[in-house]
């Protein structure tokens, strides 16, 4: 008999392998250290394998850990602060998040990884200006992690006193130590933990990078084999400075600049085309969608549907709290599948099961780690999670000769259904309680955090332009 550190047994089985969500009734999974040993039917594993501990998941669907390709977790310490505004950047976000100092978006970090950690998230495309502690946070909780470090080439102060329209000043030097970073991240932090955690190279946007840097930036990534993870054509404020600067919309430029290959994580391509989203599929470069935070903050539903029927693959992100409001891949599934519905007036694009692969296997694809997670299959990693079937919200769970089951996890589930969560053969959360963080400590730091944030902006004159204040006063906040 073959020995197993865990076997996790009696679960419907989703190990999203084939074509499908790989459903196995009375499913079972071994673990080995960190990897999967085997996936099969319950009966055939438990024969198999003499395990060190056995986790009944009966009334529980077994899944892999979802995917939140792009996420800037500091900004869960301004939750809430930036939506239903015009100008969501210049006028709601940059004026109140430069008041952010590095220990606020530290609470912010660990604030947002604990809570897409229970519901469901174990891969976090974590995109921001690193600050000491950061990488260790990812480190210490124990998820997965494909840091990108941000990249511009703004003036000190940032975007908050630009007007809009204003063609931006770049500054090379603040580019080039902000590249020197993150080369130098890369060196401490690729591959660390085991492969666990890793490094993408962050341009911001096209637009807010010369384009010798970009050029630079694409060349390091060549040389260290790192992907590169960049806001494309996000909003008309990027297309805008594109055209003033260049004479060319992002796709055209990228396109010319040798920026869209496999290499690419384009993030939102909320201004695209059909026809540039085509290109830039076809290309071989791949997008993370971000449907609940574009709806807030743009009310755009961005042609992903598009992307994918050319072949793309399209991976799911949260975003941002200062404008979703929420850090959780259900949440993002229901919209996608929604939202696209409405869009094209037709209940059958995206279906629930294709939303579910966007979210695991096709998202691993997406961000270049497919070989590693998104799947539930031996020699890949441990990373998965038990959502509990028995909550009112996912009852009656049909089996056979009908099944529910994946529909009412993209239509129905909320993320606290999830029970225990798994990263590298590591449970990191059982029982719905965080094992690897002292949860109750973080939300009590990123409540003070967010309340000396808040003093700063009150004393910042900016304020009185930004729309959050008139919205109080008017009480409708
Ligand atoms: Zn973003």
Redesign the pocket.
């Known amino acids: 008999m073959d020995t197993s550190d865990a076997l996790i047994a009696h679960a419907h089985l989703f190990t999203l392998q084939g074509e499908g969500v790989g459903y196995v009734a009375d499913g079972a999974v071994a673990v080995k250290g960190s990897r999967i040993a085997a996936v099969g039917p319950t009966a055939e594993l438990s024969a198999r394998f003499q395990a060190a501990e056995t986790m009944d998941a009966s009334g529980c669907a077994v899944l892999p850990g979802l995917i939140d390709a792009?996420i800037?977790t500091p900004w869960a310490v301004v939750r809430g602060v930036a939506q239903d505004v015009t100008h969501w950047m210049q006028r709601a976000l940059a004026p109140y998040s430069r008041h952010m100092a590095p220990e606020a978006a530290l609470a912010g970090t660990r604030l947002n990884v604990l809570e897409a950690l229970k519901a469901g998230t174990t891969t976090f495309g974590d995109?921001t200006r690193p600050v000491p502690g950061w990488a260790e946070v990812f480190l210490q909780v124990g998820v997965r992690a494909r840091l990108t470090p941000t990249i511009n080439a703004l003036p000190p102060g940032g975007m908050a006193g630009w007007k809009v329209g204003d063609l931006y000043p770049f500054d090379e030097a603040t580019g080039q130590a902000a590249i020197d970073a993150a080369v130098a991240l890369a060196r401490d932090w690729h591959g660390a933990a085991d492969g666990r955690i890793t490094v993408m190279l962050g341009p911001q946007a096209p637009d807010m990078l010369p384009r010798d840097q970009l050029l630079q930036v694409k060349r390091i990534a060549e040389r260290e084999g790192l992907m590169i993870h960049m806001?494309v054509a996000?909003g008309d404020r990027e297309i805008d400075q594109m055209l003033k600067r260049y004479g060319q919309r992002t796709p055209a430029f990228l396109d010319d600049l040798g920026y869209l290959d496999d290499q690419l994580l384009a993030?939102?391509l909320t201004e695209a085309t059909d026809e540039e989203a085509t290109l830039i599929a076809q290309r071989g470069a791949r997008m993370a969608l971000?449907s609940g935070?574009i709806g807030i903050i743009d009310g755009i539903v961005p042609p992903a549907h598009v992307f994918r029927t050319a072949g793309g693959l399209v991976a799911l992100?949260s975003?941002?709290a200062s404008g979703n409001n929420c850090n959780n891949i259900f949440n993002e599934m229901k919209l996608t599948a929604l939202f696209n519905k409405i869009k094209f007036r037709d209940p059958t694009v995206m279906p629930a099961w294709e939303v579910l692969r966007m979210a695991t296997i096709e998202g691993a694809q997406a961000i270049g780690l497919g070989d590693e997670i998104g799947s539930l299959e031996a020699g890949k990693q441990a990373d998965l999670i038990l959502v509990d079937l028995t909550a009112l919200n996912l009852s009656p769970v049909l089996d056979a000769p009908v099944r529910n089951i994946v529909p009412n996890l993209v239509y129905a589930a909320s993320g606290r259904e999830v029970k225990t969560v798994m990263v590298a053969g590591r449970v990191l959360v059982r029982d719905g309680q965080v094992l690897t963080a002292d949860e109750a400590a973080v939300r009590a730091e990123a409540q003070a955090q967010a309340e000396a944030v808040a003093r700063r902006v009150a004393a910042d004159p900016v304020h009185k332009s930004m729309n959050l204040l008139a919205a109080m006063e008017a009480g409708r906040l």
């Open positions: 792009h800037h995109y806001h996000q993030v939102h971000c935070s992100g975003d941002q």
